[in-house]
């Protein structure tokens, strides 16, 4: 048996990853309220809220997406490295999303504005 298998069918590691994930999730759900709860008192549901919400959602995406390929890798220490490398390159690209998203509103709006001026205008 190598020393991989060893580790990640091992009792004491199983239950240290299973204890972390009963405490880490709840904590990480009660820092991004605070964290959105805090844009929202400053600026409402302005740009700043929309950037803070879309780097929360890439944060969860991404820590989802990532502890999935670390689990098929190396499932037990592979899952967490996966969600910790996941998660924090999610939360960069959710913010960007925001301003992709803002770009691509004004298209459309600007699209519409010309086409309706185009037949009706």
């Known amino acids: 048996m190598g020393v991989t298998r060893k580790v990640t069918q091992s009792g004491v590691t ?12 709840p904590v990480g759900i009660a820092l991004d309220t605070w964290q959105l709860g805090s844009a929202y008192k400053k600026h409402g549901f302005g ?3 929309r950037k803070e919400a879309g780097s929360v959602a890439g944060a969860w995406g991404g820590a989802a997406a ?5 689990s098929a ?5 592979g899952t967490v490295v996966g ?6 390159a999610g939360s960069a690209w959710g913010d960007d999303i925001e301003q992709g998203a803002e770009k691509a509103g004004k298209a459309i709006v600007g699209g519409a504005k010309k086409a309706w001026n185009k037949f009706f205008g």
């Not at 239950?15 to 405490?23: F, I």
């Open 14 to 25: 199983k239950g240290v990853l299973r204890g972390a994930s009963r405490v880490a999730a």
């Open 47 to 49: 740009k700043e809220f």
């Open 66 to 70: 990532g502890a999935a390929i670390g």
């Open 73 to 77: 890798i190396f499932p037990g220490v």
């Open 83 to 88: 969600g910790v490398i996941g998660g924090v």
